[in-house]
């Protein structure tokens, strides 16, 4: 069994996110893809941020017809600030035998090196980071951990076993954060979400004023 493990605040979840997974699915003939929308991210401030029962309900509406999406409550139902390493210990338990892949954006993982515990992800975990707009020129590693990987012509490899894989996915410039902003603004979010969150969305204000 392989095993994407998609993490994210998914404020709200669109066509961006959706359509990579399903590319990043296609590329590493991965078996499910999981999404695990976060609790309290640990990056984010709570202003703009949906309730977590919304964002839940958004991303459930939005994978409902592909069979090999699913939805995990595992950061939901943990307490405290949702720390990618301990859903990845999680997963790891949980899966255990399979392969498993922790998505992320080329942004999120230039962020990498802030994350709580990061250094024990590539040793846990395979991870896939996705292209993502506008572009980033090197996929830079943290730089106090080069010494621990091996440069492939994909990616690295960690002393571990484990790959960090670079994967090029159909660029879609699209955001959550400029969904919000259009959201506020009262413009259309049409073809940027699907149907079943814009609905969800147009119903009522979900996100508060901003800044
Ligand atoms: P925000 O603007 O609020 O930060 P976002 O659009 O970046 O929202 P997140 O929930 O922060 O969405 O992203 C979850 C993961 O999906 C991150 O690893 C991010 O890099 C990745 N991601 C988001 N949008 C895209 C996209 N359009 N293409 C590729 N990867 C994406
Ligand atoms: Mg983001």
Same mark, same amino acid.
């Given at each position: 069994?392989? $095993?994407?493990?998609?993490?994210?605040?998914?404020?709200?979840?669109?066509?961006?996110?959706?359509?990579?997974?399903?590319?990043?699915?296609?590329?590493?003939?991965?078996?499910?893809?999981?999404?695990?929308?976060?609790?309290?991210?640990?990056?984010?401030?709570?202003?703009?941020?949906?309730? !977590?029962?919304? /964002?839940? /309900?958004?991303? $459930?509406?939005?994978?409902?017809?592909? !069979?090999?999406?699913?939805?995990?409550?595992?950061?939901?139902?943990?307490?405290?600030? =949702?720390?990618?390493?301990?859903?990845?210990?999680?997963?790891?338990?949980?899966?255990?035998?399979?392969?498993?892949?922790?998505?992320?954006?080329?942004?999120?993982?230039?962020?990498?090196?802030?994350?709580?515990?990061?250094?024990?992800?590539?040793?846990?975990?395979? *991870?896939?980071?996705? =292209?993502?707009? !506008?572009? *980033?020129?090197?996929?830079?590693?943290?730089? *106090?951990?080069?010494?621990?990987?091996? $440069?492939?012509?994909?990616?690295?490899?960690?002393?571990?076993?484990?790959?960090?894989?670079?994967?090029?996915?159909? !660029?879609?410039?699209?955001?959550?954060?400029?969904?919000?902003?259009?959201? /506020?603004?009262?413009? =259309?979010? /049409?073809?940027?979400?699907?149907?079943?969150?814009?609905? *969800?969305?147009?119903?009522?204000?979900?996100?508060?004023?901003?800044?």
């Amino acid at each position: 069994m392989r $095993a994407g493990l998609f993490g994210g605040t998914f404020n709200p979840i669109h066509l961006g996110h959706l359509r990579a997974a399903e590319e990043i699915c296609e590329a590493l003939t991965l078996d499910r893809m999981v999404f695990i929308p976060a609790n309290i991210p640990p990056h984010k401030e709570g202003h703009e941020l949906a309730a !977590p029962t919304v /964002r839940e /309900r958004c991303v $459930a509406a939005a994978i409902s017809e592909n !069979p090999l999406f699913e939805l995990s409550r595992v950061e939901l139902d943990r307490e405290g600030p =949702s720390y990618s390493i301990d859903t990845i210990k999680h997963f790891v338990a949980e899966y255990s035998g399979a392969e498993l892949w922790f998505i992320v954006g080329e942004d999120a993982f230039a962020e990498i090196g802030s994350w709580y515990q990061f250094k024990e992800l590539f040793s846990l975990v395979n *991870i896939a980071v996705m =292209s993502r707009p !506008p572009g *980033i020129k090197a996929h830079i590693l943290p730089s *106090i951990m080069e010494e621990e990987f091996f $440069a492939e012509e994909w990616g690295y490899i960690h002393s571990s076993g484990n790959a960090v894989r670079f994967v090029s996915v159909t !660029p879609l410039d699209i955001s959550s954060t400029a969904i919000r902003e259009a959201i /506020r603004a009262g413009r =259309s979010i /049409r073809y940027l979400v699907p149907e079943t969150v814009r609905e *969800i969305l147009e119903k009522e204000d979900h996100f508060g004023p901003g800044e």
